[in-house]
């Protein structure tokens, strides 16, 4: 009976997206580790007391903790598939502006390595979700929340702010490269901030146990930048449940001309990610001034791409639907672009173009404005 009242609490709890039942489990677990100084939660730490009974009671609690977590794992797989199903409406939903984060949470895709990490100097108690890697990019999922700092304007913004994401061994210290924005959440009501970060491919570590670690907030705020010192780790085996399907590539090598511009499709990407399609064209180029330094202008099949793109405050990068852009349609559907990508670049001569992925890519086609249609894959 006390089972179904906890599943049944949680299933409540889910359909509010961030519930009230993990906010009362993450109170538990950091009245636990305040007993110490450790910083991270069910992971076995030193606890440095002015007592030693504090200390001995301190590793009693935690023994204790753990004891009850890992029970209800064994007996209640129930709770902890509900707790999984949270985290997956959270990413699922369209407060993520990355509609193939949306699709990945929606599918189940990835490898979950649901691991909690409490931030003591900054109050804030960190949750890794899940990682999916490719050829070409990485995405992992987390939330952050605090009772006492307000997360209103903090951010892991690894491409262009204070943040930084690091992949870590015995010999090196790698910091990998952002691929897009990524996506974030704010949930005001709860202080909680869920984030899609989005860096470069891992797939080469597979089978291995590696340690990936969040480094620095960015704080934006009255039209300045601030660093909070941070280091969050993570380590897990890069299992296969964290390889998304191989890259569908696809020669295309069609030309088109669009306001009396030239433009030739080299090939489109399908992908659990996203789907890619690359393009060059003749305002496309590497320009180089009379001084010789090199530059590059918006092409105008680029600006028609943004024309379409709506910033939300609620939901981020948007489709204002009032206007003409970019698309894709495949199945009798239209598929949109995903903005959050507008900083990928290609080789020095391409423009790419990114759409949520598809799960039929026979006769896909791109729209361009309201009369240019391009068939890519028959």
Not at 182 to 195: D, L, P
Not at 285 to 302: A, F, Q
Request: glycine fraction near 4%; hydrophobic fraction near 35%.
């Amino acid at each position: 009976m006390e089972k179904e009242k906890i599943v049944k609490s949680l299933d409540r709890a889910i359909e509010k997206q961030i519930p009230d039942v993990w906010d009362d489990m993450i109170d538990q677990i950091q009245r636990i580790e305040k007993q110490g100084n450790s910083s991270k939660v069910l992971v076995k730490g030193n606890f440095n007391s002015r007592s030693k009974n504090r200390k001995i009671y301190a590793r009693i609690s935690l023994v204790a903790a753990i004891c009850i977590i890992s029970a209800l794992a064994v007996t209640f797989t129930p709770v902890l598939a509900s707790i999984q199903q949270m985290y997956d409406k959270i990413f699922s939903s369209n407060h993520i502006d990355d509609s193939g984060v949306r699709k990945a949470a929606k599918d189940g895709d990835g490898l979950a390595v649901n691991q909690t990490y409490y931030d003591k100097k900054n109050d804030i108690t960190v949750h890794f979700q899940s990682v999916l890697t490719d050829d070409k990019e990485t995405k992992l999922l987390l939330t952050y929340q605090s009772k006492t700092t307000n997360l209103k304007n903090y951010y892991i913004d690894i491409f262009e702010g204070k943040s930084s994401i690091h992949l870590i061994d015995d010999n090196s210290n790698k910091k990998l490269k952002c691929v897009g924005w990524g996506s974030r959440y704010y949930n005001s009501k709860k202080n909680m901030v869920a984030e899609a970060l989005s860096f470069e491919s891992i797939k080469d570590f597979q089978g291995q146990n590696i340690r990936l670690q969040v480094e620095n907030l960015t704080i934006y705020k009255n039209q300045s930048v601030h660093k909070v010192k941070t280091t969050w780790p993570l380590s897990f085996k890069l299992d296969k449940a964290a390889l998304a399907p191989d890259r569908k590539m696809v020669e295309v090598n069609k030309e088109f001309k669009f306001e009396n511009q030239t433009y030739k499709i080299k090939k489109v990407e399908f992908s659990a990610f996203e789907t890619r399609v690359v393009v060059s064209g003749s305002d496309t180029k590497i320009l180089t001034d009379e001084t010789g330094k090199k530059y590059k202008v918006m092409s105008k099949l680029e600006s028609k791409f943004l024309s379409a793109r709506k910033i939300d405050k609620k939901y981020g990068y948007i489709v204002d639907n009032k206007k003409t852009g970019v698309f894709l349609k495949t199945a009798g559907k239209r598929v949109d672009p995903i903005f959050s990508k507008g900083e990928v670049q290609g080789n020095p001569d391409e423009y790419l173009m990114f759409f949520a992925p598809v799960n039929d890519y026979h006769n896909c086609t791109l729209e361009i404005g309201d009369n240019l249609e391009i068939p890519l894959v028959k």
